[in-house]
Nanobody, 122 residues
Framework: EVQLVESGGGLVQPGGSLRLSCAASGFTFGSYDMNWVRQAPGKGPEWVSGINSGGGSIYYADSVKGRFTISRDNAKNTVYLQMNDLKPEDTAVYYC???????????????WGQGTQVTVSS
């Protein structure tokens, strides 16, 4: 059974930090690119950050660049999102996504976690 389990969310004051984790099981983690996507109340999903399967390519949304750091440990089947200098507008449910591009004979593959709530408020 495929599972992506996020943890590390919570309530933090503006300027504070949180570290999200996403533990994967049931698929070949090291073959998947990983993304963090968030959804704020009343808004659509927003892609936050991505890291390729080997960890050599990393991308960030402009809204979090310089404040968030994505990393992965393929030995532990886990992806992380270190969030510093948090702002109220970072309040959202954060989801991790595992993505594998399709090949000539196979469709793309996507798995999603259940999400973890991050609330930034004084």
């Amino acid at each position: 059974e495929v599972q992506l389990v996020e943890s590390g969310g919570g309530l933090v004051q503006p300027g504070g930090s949180l570290r999200l984790s996403c533990a994967a099981s049931g698929f070949t983690f090291g073959s998947y690119d990983m993304n963090w996507v968030r959804q704020a109340p009343g808004k659509g999903p927003e892609w936050v950050s991505g890291i390729n399967s080997g960890g050599g390519s990393i991308y960030y949304a402009d809204s979090v660049k310089g404040r968030f750091t994505i990393s992965r440990d393929n030995a532990k089947n886990t992806v992380y999102l270190q969030m510093n200098d948090l702002k109220p507008e970072d309040t959202a449910v954060y989801y991790c996504n595992a993505h594998q591009a399709g090949g000539t004979w196979s469709p793309p593959s996507d798995y999603w976690g259940q999400g973890t709530q991050v609330t930034v408020s004084s």
